[in-house]
């Protein structure tokens, strides 16, 4: 059974940089493309970014460009959101998600495994 592990949240200052990881378990890494997506208080779950396992094919929000990359690391299995330039409205709950295929899906319903996220807080 697939599992996602994420690590790295935490309180920083707005215009600060946090750096998010997420291990993959239980599975083979390959054929999976990955995502982060996050969830404000109050809000909907929402897509952030997305990468194919082999680290092609990035794909951003455009709330996020320019700000966070995506990135991965085939012999840790993990994939990575390095978050700079924070805001306060980038405080939420960050997801990490797979799926197989490497269609472009930003949809959270059509990802199949998830992990249980982390705590990003931005104070301004």
């Known amino acids: 059974q697939v599992q996602l592990v994420e690590s790295g949240g935490g309180l920083v200052q707005a215009g600060g940089s946090l750096r998010l990881s997420c291990a993959l378990s239980?599975?083979?890494?390959?054929?999976?493309?990955m995502a982060w997506f996050r969830q404000a208080p109050g809000k909907e779950r929402e897509f952030v970014a997305r990468i194919i396992w082999y680290g092609d094919s990035r794909y951003y929000a455009n709330f996020v460009k320019g700000r966070f990359i995506i990135s991965t690391d085939n012999a840790k299995n993990s994939v990575y959101l390095q978050m700079n330039n924070l805001k306060p409205e980038d405080t939420a709950v960050y997801y990490c998600a797979a799926r197989s295929g490497y269609g472009l899906v930003t949809t959270e319903s059509l990802y199949d495994y998830w992990g249980q996220g982390t705590q990003v807080t931005v104070s301004s």
């Open positions: 239980g599975g083979t890494f390959s054929g999976y493309a």
